[in-house]
T-cell receptor
Framework: AQSVAQPEDQVNVAEGNPLTVKCTYS??????LFWYVQYPNRGLQFLLK??????LVKGSYGFEAEFNKSQTSFHLKKPSALVSDSALYFC?????????????FGKGTRLSVIA | NAGVTQTPKFQVLKTGQSMTLQCAQD?????MSWYRQDPGMGLRLIHY???????DQGEVPNGYNVSRSTTEDFPLRLLSAAPSQTSVYFC????????????FGPGTRLTVT
């Protein structure tokens, strides 16, 4: 069965510093990987995805993520954090195979950017 | 496009009551799903549908029913509410399964007393 782990419940970073939110995954075959962001009292919004090809994926709001197959990781990164980046971030995986393969989410990491 | 809409936004139920959470999308998406979000648990999949007339169970289906009679609508029914079903419920849709992003509704906050 597919699964996602986000090892950090909370990440704190100073404004202007680089940020990393970690994600590791487990699937039997090849993965589709996603990052979503949730602001308070809102639904989730799509940030970026990895399907195939270049391991560095660029997404919305200056975020990027690096796919590492050997480490089964898909960490979210941003070179310079903003206070407005403070939110709850979710990593998700869908296995690439025939049949129904629902999207599975991690437990989320709360990012706090301090001015 | 309105995107994914959910009603109601808030609901309080007594134990044993039943109700239906409504979800609709106007993007002609094939795939729709229901999640519940609980503190420290992330999003857990309840049920999903890959098209009209086709539904399947997710990770936590017990106590919930769904149907998909049209492409647009995907209601979630609580047959006999329990305090353990107190949660925030999100409906989501995507064009299809596979490497496409899901669009989420604003959520329904349900409290069962």
């Amino acid at each position: 069965a597919q699964s996602v782990a986000q090892p950090e419940d909370q990440v704190n970073v100073a404004e202007g510093n680089p940020l990393t939110v970690k994600c590791t995954y487990s699937v039997s075959g090849n993965p589709y990987l996603f990052w979503y962001v949730q602001y308070p009292n809102r639904g989730l919004q799509f940030l970026l995805k990895y399907i195939t090809g270049d391991n560095l994926v660029k997404g919305s709001y200056g975020f990027e993520a690096e796919f590492n197959k050997s480490q089964t990781s898909f960490h979210l990164k941003k070179p310079s954090a903003l206070v407005s980046d403070s939110a709850l971030y979710f990593c998700a995986v869908r296995e690439l195979r025939k049949g129904n393969t629902p999207l599975v989410f991690g437990k989320g990491t709360r990012l706090s950017v301090i001015a | 496009n309105a995107g994914v809409t959910q009603t109601p936004k808030f609901q309080v139920l007594k134990t044993g009551q039943s109700m239906t959470l409504q979800c609709a999308q106007d993007m002609n998406h094939e795939y729709m799903s229901w999640y519940r979000q609980d503190p420290g648990m992330g999003l857990r999949l309840i049920h999903y549908s890959v098209g009209a007339g086709i539904t399947d169970q997710g990770e936590v289906p017990n106590g919930y029913n769904v149907s998909r009679s049209t492409t647009e609508d995907f209601p979630l029914r609580l047959l006999s509410a329990a305090p353990s079903q107190t949660s925030v419920y999100f409906c989501a849709s995507s064009l299809r399964q596979g490497p496409v992003e899901q669009y989420f509704g604003p959520g329904t906050r349900l409290t069962v007393t």
